[in-house]
């Protein structure tokens, strides 16, 4: 049984991704780059920024990245006015899990910085014992920090599970021998996520806890 849960933020746990769609799209203009398509732009959520920049742009040079992530953070943290949002039942369904002893972790492609304030701006920040972002560790998919993660808890792989909306998110888990859960509703279709044999679709995010508790033998 699972005593880990660990979580992708941006399209699992929030609904970012119109904003950072938005965001990627007007630091490309800004910079006079090729315009981007919204599916294009929404295919690299999940990764660290530097990987998502050389993914949409190819061959990009050190100095025009760094001025493309600088462009892209001004856009999402403080210009655009694109809603984000918890998606429904997260904020109840993270206090319950909390409650019924499971541990809660982070693993996302945001920046320290980025995912340090949305912690703060939710207020849930106290529900999750570590977390770790793109820009301190290895970018997803990569499993290095689902290993670490896994590491500072001393929790068997076997009792934890990746919860996450991207190809990047099961990918990583699978690589770290993880079990995975695919989140339907976010940033990737999910007929993409179940190449990787995911132990549950999760198409609203309180299905979590249903199906933690008939796992688990409790009466729901």
Not at 1 to 22: C, E, K, N
Not at 51 to 62: H, N, R, S, W
Not at 109 to 127: I, Q
């Amino acid at each position: 049984m699972y005593s880990l849960l660990i979580f992708d933020w941006d399209g699992t746990v929030i609904d970012s991704t119109a904003r950072i769609v938005s965001s990627m799209q007007s630091a490309a203009r800004e910079l006079g780059l090729r315009s981007l398509q919204n599916h294009e732009a929404q295919e690299i959520i999940g990764l660290g920024l530097p990987e998502a920049v050389q993914a949409l742009f190819p061959g990009i040079d050190d100095v025009l990245l760094e001025a493309v992530r600088d462009r892209y953070v001004h856009h999402y943290m403080d210009a655009d006015n694109t809603p984000v949002a918890l998606f429904p039942g997260v904020q109840r369904t993270l206090e319950r899990l909390h409650e019924k002893g499971y541990r809660l972790a982070v693993a996302t492609g945001k920046s320290r910085k980025g995912l340090d304030r949305v912690l703060a701006d939710t207020g849930l920040g106290w529900l999750f014992e570590i977390t770790r972002c793109a820009d301190e560790t290895t970018s997803k998919p990569h499993p290095h920090m689902l290993e670490e993660i896994l590491s500072q808890t001393q929790v068997d792989v076997s009792n934890a599970v990746m919860i996450g909306d991207t190809e990047f998110d099961l990918k990583m888990g699978v690589q770290a021998g993880m079990d995975t859960i695919a989140v339907s509703y976010g940033a990737h279709h999910i007929d993409r996520l179940k190449q990787y044999n995911p132990v549950l679709e999760m198409h609203a995010f309180p299905e979590l806890e249903t199906w933690l508790d008939l796992k688990s033998g409790e009466r729901v």
